[in-house]
């Protein structure tokens, strides 16, 4: 067998279609709930280098299959050692699931946890180690110890099913049946620890998707805790490429779309089906599709060339041999349903899958789309974020970020780089892009900026902050030209932000998410996890670091370094505070010296809780006199998760010195959390 390839010119084609309400996803992450999760970093004492430049050893090295599965190997006959080095309890155990290694030898080891023998999910964590094997940093999806009441279930697993069967059926499935029989887990994503049941039911959603519905089942009371979709909707002569060279395998007089080169990824002719894996392109030449729709090559060769570009871009970009980094290629599949407007990625194939759009006119599969998908595949190999809450932001805006970025590494010129996600596609039939990085805002739903309540909408919709950090991390914000695209970014602050360029920016974004973002990962922890790993790629005094406080203020998560929201004195408290369920206010104590005179009219608190459900919460700031100043009312805030979040008070009235309290109850049953950590920032 060998490789070929093939060269063909084909312009670049747009066919108009009919709006269709519907956007790009991928996959969801494994476990669930998206409660707080920091990251704790220390940037090393090294040589400085010249300014802008990556501080020596601290990148990621480019690691071979097998030099991977030789560190899998190495951390996890050392798992044990690690678990009694964290002080976790005799019944729980480390699974290693990933190993990044960077230049100075340091290894970010990502583990997945059982107890007494039974997954824990939202159990895991990042274990950062030196050279020396000295751990120098832990991040973990939840803080809670891991010391379950029971694993005895006292409810039967039939009800467990009837439960999931139900949640399907409330979601207007078709076809749904149990697909995995509920097992016996540890359910730590939110909340007390607390055995459970995990349910999948299979069949398709409403609008044909495939379906792969966890359900979550307390084992204890039969309360359903949680539910997640794992499936979720978001060379030739191709459709949107041009003319394009292809590796391809001739088998005898045979050719087909196997790319020997890349993991032998392989592309499938669905043929309007909806299930199965289809029949492998293949032909008596080298020669795949004309640029035409109606020509069920033309899409094939889209949907190879992107997976190619993409494989080429983690490879040679971020040192990352396949999305599991094992060497391992996806596969993609085309043609799938009839007029299905969309494409996906699931886990359970590990594959791409791409509908031909409304009238089978226009297949998604542009290259940003073909990047989305499998960027999916690597958030679900590494961090995991949850598809829901504000993990799910993140989680859809990482698929944007790099599906736009390997597009500009393509450097096509029928598809040329921009911030714009599926603007080849014409999904809303009027020639206007899916999504905008510049101002999300401008397709009508999506959100410029952070705000309390951004967890309780969808994904594709609050991906928009973490999209717009990024444009603003590399380009900077106001009006300027790229590659023919005009944009004009605001900031949430009205000032502005001076980008770093996107080859920094993409190396910030994919450290964090490979070595500083657990599943739980909210906005607040993204933007610990980014400067996290900025330190430790440039230096925490690098004017890279200030860039990534810039960008996210300019998004409104966090505060602008030297300015009145982040400069001045900070006085803060991050112990822990359990907030009893429907219980007494509690309190957290800040002691203010050093300062003269009253407090500022501007006086910054920041309010980090965790807590589901948050419009259970009053949260009061507490003057040293006594004097009351509320900052989030009983019944606001809605169904939404956490509250990381910096309040302005004019507390002009008040003595500076002494003793400021947040004082936060819990008005309502079932949902719980805890003070994370609060402070004060005078300007």
């Known amino acids: ?182 097992r016996k887990v540890i359910w730590a994503a939110s909340g007390t620890p607390k055995v459970a049941y995990e349910t999948v039911v299979g069949g398709f959603q409403h609008d044909g998707t495939p379906q792969e519905l966890h359900v979550v089942t307390d084992a204890t009371t039969g309360e359903k805790l949680y539910e997640w979709e794992a499936i979720a909707t978001g060379t030739g002569h191709t459709v949107y490429s041009g003319t394009v060279d292809l590796t391809t395998t001739q088998s005898g007089s045979t050719y087909n779309l196997t790319d020997g080169a890349r993991g032998n990824h392989k592309t499938y002719n669905l043929n309007r089906g909806s299930s199965g894996t289809g029949t492998l392109f293949s032909g008596p030449d080298d020669v795949w599709g004309n640029g035409s729709p109606s020509n069920a090559e033309s899409a094939g060769a889209d949907a190879h060339y992107g997976a190619a570009l993409t494989w080429d871009y983690y490879k040679n970009v971020h040192g990352r041999s396949g999305i599991r980094g094992d060497g391992v290629g996806a596969y993609s599949r085309v043609h799938y349903g009839n007029n299905y407007v969309n494409a996906f990625w699931s886990d359970s194939c590990f594959c791409m899958t791409y509908g031909d759009g409304s009238g089978n006119s226009n297949p998604l599969t542009s290259i940003d789309v073909a990047g989305h998908e499998m960027t999916h595949g690597l958030t679900s190999v590494t961090a995991r974020l949850v598809y829901s809450g504000e993990s799910g932001g993140l989680n859809e805006a990482t698929s944007d970020i790099f599906g736009s970025t390997v597009e500009f590494y393509a450097n096509n010129s029928s598809d040329v780089g921009d911030y714009l996600i599926g603007e080849e596609i014409n999904i809303n039939g009027d020639g206007t892009p899916l999504r905008y990085m510049d101002k999300p805002s401008k397709d009508g739903a999506s959100k410029d900026n952070w705000y309390s309540g951004i967890g309780s909408i969808d994904v594709h919709y609050s991906s928009g902050p973490a999209n717009h950090f990024f444009y603003l991390l590399s380009e900077g914000s106001g009006t300027k030209t790229i590659n023919g695209v005009t944009y004009n970014s605001p900031t949430a602050d009205g000032l502005p932000v001076t980008g770093i360029g996107r080859a920094k920016a993409e190396k910030i974004w994919f450290r ?143 003595t500076a010195n002494g003793t400021w309290q947040l004082r936060v109850q819990d008005n309502a049953s079932w949902d719980t959390g805890y003070i994370n950590g609060w402070k004060l920032t005078f300007p």
Do not use: C
Not at 89 to 112: C, I, Q, W
């Open 512 to 654: 964090a998410l490979t070595t500083k973002f657990s599943s739980n990962t909210n906005y607040a922890g993204a933007r610990t996890g980014t400067l996290a790993a900025t330190a430790e790629l440039y230096g925490a005094d690098s004017a890279e670091y200030a860039a990534v406080q810039h960008a996210w203020a300019g998004v409104a998560v966090g505060s602008r370094p030297g300015d009145g929201g982040g400069g001045g004195t900070v006085f803060e408290n991050n112990t822990d505070v359990t907030i009893p369920d429907r219980g007494s206010a509690v309190t957290s104590s800040i002691s203010v010296t050093g300062r003269t005179g009253n407090a500022p009219s501007n006086l910054q608190v920041g309010v980090d809780i965790v807590h589901t459900y948050i419009g259970d919460l009053k949260v009061d700031l507490i003057a040293p006199d006594g004097s009351v100043y509320t900052l989030k009312g009983y019944g606001t805030g809605g169904s939404s998760d956490n509250i990381n979040t910096t309040y302005t008070v004019n507390a002009s009235s008040e």
């Open 1 to 182: 067998m060998r490789s070929s390839s093939s060269d063909r010119r084909t312009p670049h084609r747009s066919t108009t279609r009919r709006a269709a309400a519907v956007a790009l996803v991928g996959v969801s992450a494994l476990i669930a709930a998206a409660v707080q999760s920091g990251a704790a970093s220390a940037a090393p004492e090294q040589t400085r280098p010249a300014a802008g430049k990556v501080l020596p050893g601290a990148e990621s090295v480019k690691l071979t299959p097998a030099q991977r599965a030789e560190l899998i190997r190495t951390q996890s006959a050392n798992a044990a050692d690690t678990a009694r080095e964290l002080g976790l309890g005799a019944k729980e155990k480390l699974v290693v699931r990933d190993v990044v290694k960077d230049g100075n030898g340091t290894l970010h080891t990502r583990y997945e946890r059982t107890y007494d023998g039974l997954p824990v999910l939202g159990g895991d964590l990042v274990v950062k180690s030196t050279k020396s094997d000295a751990t120098a940093a832990v991040l973990k999806a939840t803080k809670k110890a891991i010391k379950p009441a029971t694993t005895t279930a006292a409810v039967s697993k039939a009800k467990a099913e009837s439960q999931a069967l139900s949640a399907a059926k409330a979601e207007h499935a078709k076809g749904a049946d149990v697909d995995r029989a509920p």
